[in-house]
């Protein structure tokens, strides 16, 4: 595992970035490819290992026995993908942090659907044994409140079911973005469903391949770290491929969140977009992430540097990622000594104090590429900081810290030993 001290540029920040390519838009579009007929793999795709997953598993027809890794998005979508390929057994597997992140209600509502699934390990974990089966559909009710991931894999599916499938929600969904991006892929490619606040009913069909195909987005929340870059460094960064109009990324408020911040979003004099710093001392977050969780971290990380005392909402969903990202940040925002409190489920709280700290600060990134590329811009205040196992960014993205060096930052591998 690779560690890298940090230190920040020596001259005015003038940095033009190119975001991968948007990792949900394209592992939804690689699903819906796989289950339109005569369609080719979509061309270009993130590279990064979330889709390097998906791709693989989708290229190896005749495999029994899929390892995902760490890609939870993976995990979700493809235990809907096997169930509903008649004939097809599989068994699905991920990394040991993967076989504590919940699946049990994905699982419980394909049952229902007339899936074979069974539990390979611990009930409602994976690894699952999947045998494929053509699904009736009709109605199903499922728990929204864990991971949008749970409905979207269910949408996909739905056209190849008989009687198609209306999913109703028990609880608020959280991330409704994710799901409204995936209800938009679809509609591309031929099925339109009906979305209102109970659930979405999608009916029996074939997928198409789209004649006019939806340009693959550059990744907004790839794009956190820039904003929190531009946040923390000020100077000029130009981002060549964010779309600001008419993207179906609901990460796209991370240009309001931002505003709030002291950061503006503006068209590039020379083309892309521009990120502008604009400083407001007196600056508070209130900010509910129940919509947009991957955008937190970065968000608590811009605040505790400047200073802002901020409430974070909508957090539950952090409990369950990568690693605990609350337990993540609070251990890790010590380290610059900021105490966080969590006087609610899925809320954090800082009140602006700060304790002293005695040392660089060396952080941890718990397998989580967004703690990783979250820590990275606090060597602006504090030069010198070390991020232990920095390859991890290759979940997402995977040319961060080229990126992050040509902006400027000195990124240098050395030798430590682990964490104590």
Not at 182 to 207: C, N, Q
Not at 293 to 298: C, G, T
Not at 308 to 336: H, N, Q, S, V
Not at 345 to 365: K, Q, S, Y
Request: net charge negative; glycine share 8%.
């Amino acid at each position: 595992m690779s560690t890298y001290r940090i230190l920040p540029p020596e001259d005015f920040m003038e940095a033009t970035v190119t975001l991968p390519l948007s990792k949900s838009q394209s592992a939804r579009a690689l699903i819906i490819a796989a289950l339109t007929p005569g369609a080719p793999m979509p061309d270009p795709v993130a590279e990064c290992d979330d889709t390097a997953s998906l791709i693989e598993a989708l290229s190896r027809p005749e495999a029994t026995d899929i390892n995902v890794g760490h890609s939870g998005t993976s995990m979700r979508f493809l235990t809907a993908f096997y169930a509903a390929r008649a004939g097809r057994t599989v068994r699905l597997d991920g990394s040991e942090r993967m076989r504590h992140r919940p699946i049990g209600p994905l699982v419980e509502a394909l049952r229902a659907l007339g899936a074979d699934i069974e539990y390979a390990g611990e009930d409602g974990y994976p690894p699952l044994l999947i045998r494929g089966r053509d699904l009736t559909g009709g109605e199903v009710e499922i728990d929204a409140t864990v991971s949008s991931q749970f409905i979207s894999a269910l949408l996909m599916v739905a056209p190849l079911m008989a009687q198609g499938l209306t999913v109703r929600f028990k609880g608020e969904p959280v991330s409704r973005p994710y799901i409204r991006m995936t209800l938009s892929l679809m509609a591309d490619a031929g099925i339109e469903a009906d979305f209102d606040p109970d659930g979405i009913r999608v009916p029996h069909g074939t997928y198409c391949i789209p004649a006019d195909p939806r340009p693959m987005e550059g990744d907004w929340t790839g794009a956190a770290v820039w904003y929190e870059t531009e946040a923390l460094a000020a100077g000029v960064i130009n981002i060549i491929n964010l779309t600001t109009e008419g993207s179906v990324q609901g990460d796209r408020r991370l240009a309001d969140i931002y505003s709030r911040l002291g950061v503006l979003t503006e068209p590039g004099e020379e083309g892309g977009t521009d990120l502008i710093a604009s400083p407001d001392p007196d600056a508070r977050a209130v900010v509910d992430f129940a919509d947009n969780p991957d955008l937190a971290q970065y968000v608590a990380v811009t605040c505790a540097m400047l200073g802002y005392p901020f409430r974070l909402m909508g957090l539950a969903t952090l409990r369950t990622k990568e690693t605990d990202r609350l337990e993540a940040l609070r251990a890790e925002l010590l380290k610059i000594g900021v105490e966080v409190t969590f006087p609610a489920t899925g809320v954090m709280e800082w009140d602006g104090r700060r304790h002293r700290i005695l040392e660089v600060p060396a952080f941890d990134t718990y397998g989580d590429h967004r703690m990783a590329m979250a820590f990275a811009p606090v060597a602006v205040f504090i030069p010198g900081i070390l991020i232990r196992d920095a390859e991890v960014v290759t979940k997402s993205y995977p040319g961060f810290w080229e990126q992050f060096a040509a902006a400027g930052f000195t990124v240098m591998e050395v030798e430590e030993g682990p964490a104590e």
